[in-house]
Nanobody
Framework: QVQLAESGGGLVQAGGSLRLSCAAS????????MGWFRQVPGKEREFVAT????????FYADSVKGRFTISRDNAKNTVYLQMDSLKPEDTAVYYC???????????????WGQGTQVTVSS
């Protein structure tokens, strides 16, 4: 059983930065890819970024490329999402999830955290 817990969300002005963290427990963290997704009410959960188990490969949604950076510290069982140059349209609940491969589809991820709210004011 994998347990994931996000932290670091909050309220920030447009152009500002936040760093989200996701702490994992329950199995060998480095063997699994980790993803970040986001969701706003009434819309489907949206892919943001994913990283391979080793951290060597990262992939981003076009909407965040160049502004967000995903990374991981396998010694701390933690994955991060550094979010810079935030825009109001980045406002959402952000979730981390684990999978066997750095997929884009949320349906390929079996374990999820509870989510953390990010609000970007204009």
């Amino acid at each position: 059983q994998v347990q994931l817990a996000e932290s670091g969300g909050g309220l920030v002005q447009a152009g500002g930065s936040l760093r989200l963290s996701c702490a994992a427990s329950g199995r060998t963290f480095s063997k699994y890819a980790m993803g970040w997704f986001r969701q706003v009410p009434g819309k489907e959960r949206e892919f943001v970024a994913t990283i391979s188990g080793s951290g060597a490969s990262t992939f981003y949604a076009d909407s965040v490329k160049g502004r967000f950076t995903i990374s991981r510290d396998n010694a701390k069982n933690t994955v991060y999402l550094q979010m810079d140059s935030l825009k109001p349209e980045d406002t959402a609940v952000y979730y981390c999830a684990s999978s066997g491969f750095p997929y884009y589809s949320p349906r390929r991820y079996g374990y999820w955290g509870q989510g953390t709210q990010v609000t970007v004011s204009s």
